[in-house]
């Protein structure tokens, strides 16, 4: 079993190797005329600029967070386990989940281009070099996570830096509490970068939208646009970057998530706590199995490839884990508690597909609430025959009912994973949703490359065909980018839940179990409080988004306004304008909904030892369930909304209830614009927000007892 | 002490005389010209009849769920109390409920039009009149409140029918239990009248001004619309009788809510269980002082006068609580639990203020948020400027913004409430927020009376100067109204929680306490599904008023098709179609939002007794703080962002940003109409959602062990 401490960072630096391979394929592929690459290189210009500055942000941040955590985790913890280089595996964390972004933004910004110019000539060949762009994102992000989780590893357990015997089964438990801090790096960039990305493309998509379509009336990535750089930049920061770091912390969470669990148990805690290593290992190795898989005949189905792709890598991912759980785990079982039945391998394995089985679920129903192709979206079509204020009403009232399945999707999952192997069964049904993040990733990514590679071939004034390609690249992996928005909802609630209880147990050491009954004030306060913060969280960003895209609509029109020629096409655009103020206002407004989410749980926790009547640990638990309770509804809620209203736009557009530039039409575009911040800023940031909380609290938690 | 049992109902009778008065001098005005009386018998005719028709639905509820009650409650409880007189507790706070409604409505829909007749000749005696009406329905509800109450614990307590001793002190805790179907009672008719009055009241608003302002560009309340009688109507079953229902639910629940929990004391819980009836009744009495000082000299100011009462109702009622508390608590203080220290009147004096300042903090900060003159709505109205997507992400910013503060506020008030007198001060709080419902109500009814009085004026053709007046008289009294909702929304919240309480102590009674511990997945899980309530309720409540509001529109479209000369007025517009489908739409589209909300507590809390892996009561207690936590959130959230567009829209009206008929005033009345179903449906039935589910899951708990 040992041996995994060699494999499991082995097989990362094996999966970058790959990745690399993969990139220097998409770089070998033809890069388009002189028009092209100048548009191409000035996204991509924009893109690093973008990234630069980020990063130089959240260095300072990473900076102060590490030495705070190193001075706090100084001097003996008492029951607890504590070591100041906890701070090292969140600086640790915090790079790797820097790195995946800026490895799947490299790429991305050389496959856009290149996907392009492969769309001049055949539909597969375009394919082709974007899925193989979005799976180098794919790899990178699960390579970037083995690799740092197994490298500290090693080094904590492998070596006797912590000061506990290395190798010893019980020195688990104080090696994973400062392998938590990895999770906590990589949960802080990625909350950080989803909300700096989100509002960056949002503004620049509102600004181009508001301005160039409704009021100019000019198609969409038109060069005559001034925010059309800005936009398909916004494409890349947002939803490949910013998206990567979303995927990195949600897998290094679950894995972290369950090893807590697992090193908890009574016996057989080596096993538990290795278990979700080595299944991530064996979904790195399907993962790449499954890329393989991608492959279409001249004339083939795109949808199909990317398809049997996913399916090829979960197949084998179930047939997988099955093995490993029937050799891995002790035939007599693992006894998590004392007095409890031991969790045999079936339990486990049962539990972790019973996760795979919701994520599925809660999957198809996004896609039933989102689809074009669905009554939720046809009646938002429908109402918006009477104008905007009932396409609104609508939408909301599709967001908000589509909360309802899911959520029951998710408690069976909880409870059928809890009653089959406990906690740790909660653990790996999340871990179940996130082996296969690889190939997941890679088939989302690969939207976002698509959706440039149009807005390239628009602004370059290519022929109709090539952006009737990449449309219809883009709209491919529609149905797999929904389940992997299930699981994304999934799997959040499922870890945030696994590090909740990771939290107790650590609160509860050596000392009397922290019960934190609902009937206690303490905790209704903390639980009220909490699931207030996603809406305070959401109204900074919705804000912030509305402000940027506000300061983004001046500027278009200022230069409609006094760049004469600009609309007739002889003059061009200041592209470069609006790419700054999508960069600055992104930066800016990012910084103090990102402090909210990890100063929040430390207020709460340390608010008794300042007098304030409020019982740290006991209140703070109820913070995390509120805010998970709330937190899962609103991002549901906002995600699902935001993706009916685009797409009722995009079934009008087809030219159902009057079709493009009807009234119908008109209040279409305007449920889009409101759903832009809420699908691609407020929404997916809720599910980092609450397991940044909750990893929040897990780490403080030895301080606080 | 026990003469309270003769007071408490005599003074509800004294109350109910004094309204009738106060009813019997409405009815003496002078009632305006013969046009005038046609409208306002079309009006009333219309109210009438939807009561009528929504009571008969009702009366099925009541009387199917009265039988279920009594044969639940047949047999041994064990431990628990049980008895099948809960059944009777039931139908009188549902009739009670439904009087209230009643009441209120007959004396609204003969104010209206005596309003506008006085506003022919003064500003102050359209108040004098339009307050005299309020008052009755605020009279009306309190008065109802203490006389079903009090006779009911009469009844229970002073005799022997329940077959425990009249009149012990020990005797209470199982006649309180059985009072608790009279909370039940109000609450379930509370939330049907609600939901159905919100749906009619906006269909028909949202059809009147989507089609007759927007479409064919002519004035609110002009006779050629011909949803006009129904807006009106919906004003009346609306903002009268749903409001109404509304508080009496409220107010008796806190009240109920203190006494299940006063009744668990260990000593001194006589005192404890009588002391908010106590607190009531001299909240009445100050209500009908209050009342008295709702006076203006021609050409005072009418808020002055509206304050004035307030103020004298709430000054008098902190020196009455003062004294009623330092003379009724005995010296040595009440014991609420083993071994703890017992609370002395201080305690308890303070708690209940803690919950007025609370209150009044929650109101104030709804009325920053919402007030024409403050920098949230200027915010809005200015981003109304760059089109109507801009304007809904402003609101709905706002809206989820202004979540912060109330629950920071009503935080406070539940552990300062607990530090100074436990779960029971808690419980407190909250009544000391409603003990003045009486001229709180009075205040809120009259808006609809002036808005009413508008309408009626405008449609008969009156001078311009009438409907000045009565436009004056709605926009006064707006503070006092925000700081209503704040009372509502807080001690809904309080009030949940004091009722969740009392049924862990019922569940726990004679058997081991019911820990619901946040971290067993059990209560997660309910955790989960009571978030999920009130999104799903809100989207039934959301898509009801739309597709109503799409009949209506439909309907008024054809009309303006159909009718020749009905744009020139020379023909006669046919008002009871649309009043037809408002009704139609309310009733029908009421009822499976109604039950979704009795059904839920009940199908969670027995789950576990057919099989389902859910372990009933803890689940259920889960479920019930998740709808509370969430539930508390969207009804801020809801109400203020419609709050906010209503008044963004009234600001550009003046003038600002454009002015009536702008580009910025089309998007902001796009955001008053997303608004109205969010303030006015879904909004205020989530205050009530969260409580009846508590005093479902109170009632059905000694069921459960």
């Known amino acids: 079993m040992e041996i995994l401490l060699y494999v499991v960072p082995g097989l990362g630096v094996l999966t970058l190797l790959f990745a690399w391979m993969r990139a220097a394929k998409v770089n070998r592929s033809e890069d388009g005329d002189k028009r092209m690459q100048e548009i191409a290189a000035a996204i991509r210009e924009g893109a690093m600029a973008f990234l630069g500055r980020e990063y130089r942000v959240l260095a300072l941040f990473v900076v102060a967070v590490a030495v705070l955590l190193a001075l706090g985790n100084m001097g003996d913890g008492g029951a607890n386990f504590k070591h100041p280089l906890i701070a090292f595996s969140f600086v640790v964390g915090a790079i790797c989940s820097g790195l995946a972004g800026y490895f799947g933004m490299r790429v991305a910004t050389a496959a856009n281009i290149r996907t392009t110019q492969a769309a001049r000539t055949s539909l597969n060949r375009a394919l082709d070099v974007a899925f193989t762009g979005g799976s180098v994102m794919g790899l990178s ?336 992996g529609n149905t797999t980018a929904a389940i992997g928005k299930g699981f994304a909802i999934g799997s959040a609630a499922l870890t945030a839940l696994a590090l909740f209880s990771a939290f107790q147990t650590q609160v509860s050491k050596g000392g009397e179990m922290l019960v934190m009954d609902l009937a206690d004030p303490q905790i209704i306060a903390g639980l009220l409080l909490g699931a207030m913060l996603p809406m305070l969280f959401s109204s900074m960003a919705m804000k912030a988004v509305g402000q940027a895209a506000f300061e983004m609509i001046e500027e278009v029109r200022r230069q409609f306004r006094e760049i004469p020629g600009l609309m007739e096409g002889t003059a061009r655009a200041e592209y470069a304008k609006c790419v700054d103020i999508s960069t600055q206002a992104a930066i800016k407004r990012m910084v103090v909904p990102g402090l909210l989410a990890v100063l929040a749980p430390v207020a709460v926790g340390f608010a008794g030892k300042f007098g304030f009547i409020i019982d740290g640990p006991a209140a703070l638990g109820g913070l995390l369930a509120g805010t998970t309770a709330s937190g899962v509804m609103m991002a549901i809620f906002m995600s699902n909304a935001g993706g009916a209203w685009d797409n009722a736009k995009k079934y009008i557009e087809e030219g159902h209830g009057g079709g493009k530039g009807s009234e119908a039409h008109h209040a279409a575009v305007i449920g889009d614009t409101v759903g832009d911040p809420f699908k691609d800023t407020a929404g997916p940031s809720l599910n980092i927000l609450i397991k940044l909380m909750s990893v929040v609290a897990l780490v403080i938690a030895p301080m606080l007892v």
Not at 347 to 362: N, Y
Request: with cysteine.
């Open 141 to 476: 992000v699960v390579g970037l996570g083995v690799l740092g989780l197994g490298g500290l590893l090693w080094l904590y357990w492998g070596t006797s830096i912590l000061g506990v015997e290395p190798m010893a089964g019980e020195s688990l438990s104080a090696v994973v509490t400062i392998l938590a801090g990895f999770s906590l790096g990589a949960s802080s960039i990625a909350l950080f970068a989803r909300v700096g990305g989100g509002i960056y493309t949002k503004a620049a998509d509102v600004g181009a939208d508001l301005v160039g379509k409704v009021e100019q009336g000019i198609p969409e990535d038109d060069p005559r646009n001034p925010a059309v750089v800005a936009d398909n930049v916004g494409d890349n920061v947002g939803d490949v970057a910013g998206m990567g770091a979303d995927l990195f912390e949600s897998y290094v969470g679950a894995i972290v998530g369950s090893m807590v669990i697992g090193a908890a148990a009574i016996s057989g805690f080596k096993e538990a706590t290795l278990l979700p290593l080595a299944i991530a290992a064996v979904g790195i190795v399907v993962s790449v199995i499954g890329t393989f898989f991608v492959r279409v005949k001249e004339g083939g189905n795109p949808q199909a490839a990317l398809n049997s792709g996913m399916f090829v890598s979960g197949g084998l991912m179930i047939v997988g884990t099955f093995l490993l759980t029937r050799f891995w785990v002790p035939a007599e079982g693992i006894v998590f508690a004392a007095g409890s039945e031991p969790v045999r391998w079936g339990g486990l394995f049962a539990a972790s597909i019973a996760g795979l089985v919701a994520g599925v679920l809660v999957g198809l129903t996004t896609e039933y609430y989102t689809s074009k192709e669905r009554k939720p979206v046809h009646d938002i079509a429908r109402d918006s025959e009477t104008g905007a204020a009932t396409t609104i009403i609508s939408g909301l009232g599709v967001g908000m009912q589509s909360c309802a399945l899911p959520v029951i999707w998710i408690v069976a999952a909880i409870l059928v994973s809890y009653r089959l192997a406990g906690l740790y069964g909660i653990a790996l049904a999340a871990l179940g949703m996130l082996s296969t993040t690889g190939i997941q990733l890679a088939v989302d990514a690969y939207g976002p490359i698509a959706d440039n590679a149009g807005g390239i071939a628009e602004m370059s004034g290519l022929p109709a065909e090539v952006r009737e390609r990449t449309d219809n690249l883009d709209a491919v």
